[in-house]
């Protein structure tokens, strides 16, 4: 009956839920220093998802990412990489993520 009475979502709503709850986790994470979360965030706000979409703060978190001593490295080179390619495209153009990702690094 409890299952019956639970609001039923579509599956667009779902998945919209589920990235609100893994932005949310990968900023908390981020906060903590964890190089992994702090990628997803920045993904997460370069494409929008779970979080409303600013190319300006996935910039800034990949800063981060890319100057961090202790991060891994591969981390540290795949921020760097999509930001090098962030910076080098126009402020009007519409963001694509494969557009950002060097080969080899995805």
């Known amino acids: 009956m409890a299952a019956a009475a639970r609001r039923r979502l579509t599956l667009i709503q779902q998945i919209r ?3 609100m709850r ?3 986790e990968a900023l908390q994470l981020a906060h903590g220093g964890d190089a992994e979360a702090t990628l997803l965030l920045a993904l997460c706000l370069l494409r929008g998802y779970g979080v409303p979409q600013n190319v300006d703060k996935a910039k800034d978190w990949m800063r981060k990412l890319a100057a961090g001593p202790r991060d891994p490295k591969r981390c ?3 921020a760097a990489a999509m ?3 962030l910076e080098s495209m126009p402020l009007d153009e ?3 993520l494969d557009d950002c990702m060097e080969p080899g690094l995805s």
């Open 22 to 24: 893994w932005a949310e």
């Open 17 to 19: 839920e589920c990235e």
């Open 76 to 78: 540290r080179e795949q």
């Open 94 to 96: 519409a963001v694509d």
């Open 83 to 85: 930001l090098r390619r």
